[in-house]
């Protein structure tokens, strides 16, 4: 039978979604990837090599770090000799006053011996040199200069420091001369001070320019590595040698990977990387799990939180932000599992992780820690019921996180030491895993979905909707209790999610609480539809649908228990009053939508369950006895007229699933409706 062109449409426009999907997935995880010119490698001076053998890819040169190059430089400052040019007319006006005052001042007994002394002193004072106070202090105390050189009749000779004089000191060197035969006092009456002044000048451009020559002359390279060498080994300490060397090879690998040449190919190879594993999810999906894509709330989700902490990754690879480790990337498998099942959530946990360890570099340990962590995560927490339940999984996984890396760097390291930063990762990232839960309540009202702990707070008796409904109804709610108990007992048996059915099974009936008296159950003797025609009551009774969706509505059901309201009728008929109708006008054509239910019919297991277990339960009651034979005739014949009129069609149950449920609802029947058995009564003798 050729496909109709409406099927044709629905294949291409599910082609159509699956294509843009896939597109749009690539292209957002490779535009925030970061491109390559990140080292990837992290290190600390004095720190074990966390990785494994690194080797050399290229020759390149080793970089002096900025303390050495300080240090030579400031070496090199402190053995330059700065320039100073000689004013050689200093010392022959200061010894033509000194001459001057001797004839016109100093006339006394000794003074010629004493002018000869001084002459002879500022002679030598002179050819040593004299530069300022300030120049002396400066290079003697600030800048720690050995020596000199002296620029005379442009030749330069290296003096040292020590040699020359300062203003004080060449006073000094006079005053201090000789003072057995040379009276200090008498030499004080010459003005000596006055005969003493600068002949030596900083000759600062020729100082500044030979300086800043000799800097840039500082070689920035300590060697060289070659290409194939080793750098360091996992375990080993990263010593200031070691640092240096991984220091100039992340530069080198920086600035080589920085190229615009490059980038192109970069972008291609992860582009290919990401596409192949989204191809993969998505065949995925059309193998096993096809009914996620008629649901594009569920397909949305399913690849926007991936996507999302792919991003998140990349944001702190690219940054250098805390540590990947941090990251809690078993949140996804554990929302998925919550929502739908263990499977997928695996699989799009894989697919996560090896995106991600593209943008690491030496992924192994990552990869393999996060694959263990999420088949623990998937594992501990099957059925969210409770709050508690996230707490012990974020410590499990806690535990899974110490103790595989423990063994695992027991096993590489050279030596029993640990990085106990990585274990403060693994808190950060179990503590983050605890926003689980009030993120699961917003993503069911972003999307729709129904956690585990949603639906135990919605079958609580004690709900107002239920409440009210047990006292209003109260025959309609029993009938609801033995529904929701039959329901999640099959569910249980074929594999379905039973919580889900069963609060199902607790709210599909709430539309009769408008008119519970129309209704056999809540009836006590009196039928108001004695004084209603078939079609009218007819009407009545299915009109409980329409009124419990619209209750629904105004108490926030979620839409997941809507369609068990909507479904657990499907498009069959009342035909207790449709039969009544058609007896009473054999001539007439009937309008069968008007005892037709609105539905529609099933489109999960779990709303195939739950209408089989409410029409057999229903019709239960009314069997006149409940004898094995019964009972089971009326499983049989209930769940066989609704396979026959196509119900399931459209659900994922299948032939056995449906076997094993006669089974169990032939059982709990036959359990609930036993007949006890009589009591001998004691023979009274006299």
């Keep these: 039978m050729k496909p109709s062109k409406q099927q044709k449409r629905t294949r291409m426009t599910r082609l159509l979604m699956k294509i843009v999907l896939v597109i749009v997935s690539t292209a957002v995880v490779v535009y925030f990837m970061p491109r390559g010119d990140e080292f990837g490698y992290k290190y600390e001076l004095n720190r074990p090599w ?47 006053r000194l001459y001057h005052q001797a004839a016109n001042e100093w006339q006394g007994q000794n003074s010629a011996m004493y002018v000869h002394h001084i002459a002879v002193l500022l002679d030598t004072i002179y050819r040593r040199g004299v530069i300022s106070v300030d120049d002396y202090t400066r290079m003697t105390d600030e800048e720690h200069h050995r020596s000199i050189r002296v620029v005379n009749n442009n030749v330069a000779t290296s003096v040292p420091l020590s040699q020359v004089f300062s203003l004080r000191s060449a006073y000094r060197y006079i005053m201090t001369q000789d003072t057995a035969k040379y009276s200090r006092l008498v030499l004080q009456q010459f003005n000596v001070n006055e005969l003493i002044q600068q002949n030596l000048f900083y000759d600062h451009l020729k100082s500044e320019e030979e300086l800043e020559s000799r800097l840039q002359g500082i070689s920035s390279y300590n060697g060289f590595v070659q290409a194939g060498q080793k750098i360091v080994d996992r375990g080993e300490t990263v010593t200031d040698e070691v640092y240096d060397v991984l220091r100039s090879y992340e530069k080198d690998y920086e600035r080589h990977n920085i190229s615009e040449a490059n980038i192109p190919y970069k972008v291609i190879g992860e582009v290919v990387f990401v596409l192949v594993i989204f191809v993969l999810l998505i065949t995925y999906l059309s193998l096993f799990r096809a009914d996620y894509f008629e649901n594009p709330r569920s397909v949305t989700l399913l690849f926007a939180l991936p996507v999302f902490m792919c991003i998140v990754a990349s944001l702190m690879v690219s940054h250098k932000v805390l540590n990947v480790f941090m990251l809690p990337c078993c949140l996804v498998p554990i929302v998925i599992r919550v929502f739908m099942d263990s499977r997928t959530a695996f699989m799009f946990h894989c697919a996560m992780v090896l995106i991600i360890s593209l943008m690491l570099t030496g992924s192994y340990e990552f990869v393999i820690m996060q694959l263990v962590a999420g088949m623990v995560a998937i594992q501990t927490l099957r059925e969210l019921s409770q709050r508690s339940q996230i707490v012990r999984t ?68 004690h709900n107002t909707l239920l409440q009210r409904m047990s006292e209003t109804a109260p025959g309609t709610f029993q009938h609801s209790m033995q529904v929701a108990n039959l329901s999640a007992e099959v569910a249980n048996k074929i594999g379905a999610k039973a919580q889900l059915v069963r609060t199902g099974a607790l709210y599909h009936d709430i539309g009769k609480m408008e008119r519970p008296v129309f209704f056999t159950e809540n009836q006590t003797g009196f039928s108001p539809h004695k004084h209603l025609s078939a079609m009218k009551s007819a009407e009545v009774i299915i009109d409980h649908v329409k009124n419990g969706l619209i209750l629904a509505d105004k108490n926030h059901i979620p839409e997941a228990i809507k369609r068990f309201i909507s479904t657990h009728h499907g498009t069959g008929k009342a035909k207790y009053f449709y039969i009544t109708y058609k007896n009473e006008h054999p001539d007439e054509e009937i309008d069968e939508a008007a005892f037709t239910y609105p539905g529609p019919n099933p489109s999960t297991k779990e709303e195939a369950i739950l209408m089989m277990c409410d029409a057999v339960e229903a019709a239960s009651r009314s069997l006149p006895e409940y004898t094995e034979e019964a009972i089971n005739q009326l499983v049989e014949k209930i769940i066989d007229s609704q396979v026959a009129e196509g119900f399931f069609g459209n659900s994922s149950i299948t032939f056995k699933d449906i076997a094993i449920a006669k089974a169990v609802l032939k059982d709990k029947l036959k359990t609930i409706y036993h007949t006890r058995i009589s009591y001998p009564e004691l023979n009274n003798e006299e």
Excluded at 70 to 85: A, D, G, I, T, V
Excluded at 414 to 436: Q, R
Excluded at 444 to 460: C, I, P, Y
């Design 50 to 96: 966390n990785y494994g053998l690194l080797i050399a890819n290229t020759k390149f040169p080793i970089q002096k770090n900025d303390s050495t190059l300080r240090k030579e430089q400031e070496s090199l400052k402190r053995n330059f000799q700065p320039y100073y040019n000689v004013d050689a007319s200093v010392k022959d006006s200061m010894l033509s």
């Design 394 to 461: 974020a410590f499990i996984i806690f535990l899974v996180y110490v103790i595989f890396y423990t063994g695992y760097s027991l096993h590489h390291e050279n030596d029993a030491k640990m990085d106990f930063w990585m274990y403060i990762c693994f808190s950060v990232n179990c503590v983050l895993l605890l926003f689980t839960y009030p993120l699961l309540w917003m993503l069911e009202k972003a999307f729709g979905f129904v956690s585990d702990v949603t639906l135990v707070e919605l079958s609580n008796v």
